[in-house]
């Protein structure tokens, strides 16, 4: 039987997000996991998979804050704005220089409207942005705020006269493609963009250092949770310790008496198990999801 939790799953290159979610299915048993934010294909890294009742938590972990690591190639522009589109467009980019990229980098710091890559996930009148691409029509997304905290250069290199390879380190909101930083971090240097290598290092406070691969993770099926629900509950939110009377109201839907904290943020019965996540409105501390019984 699995046990209700996350795994954070360090995700191989060329496979989907939905691939690894069917091998976690056979190795924990379960039909019950989903992911906790897509990665693209060709990135590798931080993949948060919840398993039984802990699929339940994967709403909050969707808009947590991310870490990533990753390569944008100067010179060249692709189709989906990384190494796996065709090469639409190329301008020598041997002239650009260290400084000139560190201005544009600086220039894509901060809260800044992005525009989301064509080949994304997003929705247009119900159909996925990247399916209108793939039928070849042409697709504009709308530009939508975001945060990006931190854009830190890591290594410039040029591996061939008219190209340039920029090592960069983001830590960025729910929502930024790295994808369309390395566009227009090109665009606005004159020569175009694309991203090359993707590693996300962390979501939330979930990081590499605690990932799994799959093959790490063939070798203890089923037991193959590495957080189990409380535990990652504890991890992820604020707590909140309920008295059995609490427990006794929570577990019916009911909600409490006001604790004055901030956010959604998790409460625990008397023998530590996780009741519900609430969030504190009107006045009472209301259930957004409740964990017994489900």
């Known amino acids: 039987m699995s046990v209700d939790g996350l795994v954070i799953v360090d995700k191989a290159g060329g496979m989907t997000s ?21 990665l693209d294909p060709m990135a590798t890294g931080v993949l948060v998979i919840g398993v039984g009742k802990a699929t339940r938590l994967l709403t909050f972990v969707i808009g947590s804050t991310k870490g990533y690591t990753g390569t944008i190639r100067l010179g060249q522009t692709t189709v989906t704005d990384d190494a796996e589109g065709e090469v639409v467009a190329t301008t020598p980019a041997g002239d650009v220089t260290d400084d000139a990229i560190r201005g544009g980098l600086a220039a894509l710091t901060g809260e800044i409207e992005q525009v989301p890559s064509a080949v994304s996930a997003i929705k247009i009148d119900g159909k996925r942005a990247y399916k209108r691409v793939r039928e070849g029509e042409q697709v504009t ?11 830190d250069l890591l290594a410039i290199r040029r591996p061939a006269p008219d190209l340039v390879d920029v090592d960069v380190e983001v830590a960025c909101s729910s929502g930024t493609y790295v994808r369309a930083i390395a566009r227009d971090l090109g665009a606005g240097l004159g020569v175009g963009g694309h991203l090359t290598a993707l590693r996300r290092t962390a979501v939330g406070g979930f990081t590499l250092a605690e990932s799994s691969t799959l093959e790490e993770l063939e070798k203890v099926a089923p037991e193959v949770v590495n957080l189990p629900l409380a535990d990652a509950a504890r991890r992820f939110f604020t707590a909140r310790e309920a008295t059995v009377d609490e427990a006794k109201t929570l577990s019916h839907g009911g909600p409490l008496d006001r604790a004055g904290i901030e956010g959604p943020y998790a409460v625990f019965a008397p023998d530590g198990a996780l009741l519900a996540i609430v969030r504190e409105r009107e006045g009472r501390a209301r259930p957004e999801v409740v964990f017994t019984g489900s």
């Open 141 to 151: 997304l709308a530009a939508r705020p975001v945060t990006i905290s931190r854009l």
């Open 18 to 38: 939905h691939d690894v979610v069917a091998r976690v299915r056979r190795l924990a048993r379960t039909r019950r996991v989903g992911h906790g934010g897509t």
